[in-house]
């Protein structure tokens, strides 16, 4: 029991060390990987209708 005991106030001390995001940065970061989604989705649909041509042409 004593081990469950420090256990749970080796936890809520590690809580409070918890240092959040501000809004700002969690504006940035999520509008940064939306763009860059965005970005890879692009590349992977031309990639895919490239090859899609190429195959179609070649047979």
Excluded: C
């Excluded at 080796?10 to 939306?34: A, N, Q, Y």
Aim: glycine letters at 4%.
């Amino acid at each position: 029991m004593k081990k469950i005991i420090e256990y749970i106030k080796s936890v809520r001390g590690e809580w409070f060390k918890i240092v959040w995001p501000s809004r700002d940065t969690v504006v940035r970061s999520t509008i940064m990987i939306l763009v860059f989604s965005g970005l890879a989705a692009l590349f992977f649909f031309l990639v895919d209708w490239v090859l899609s041509t190429i195959v179609n042409w070649i047979f």
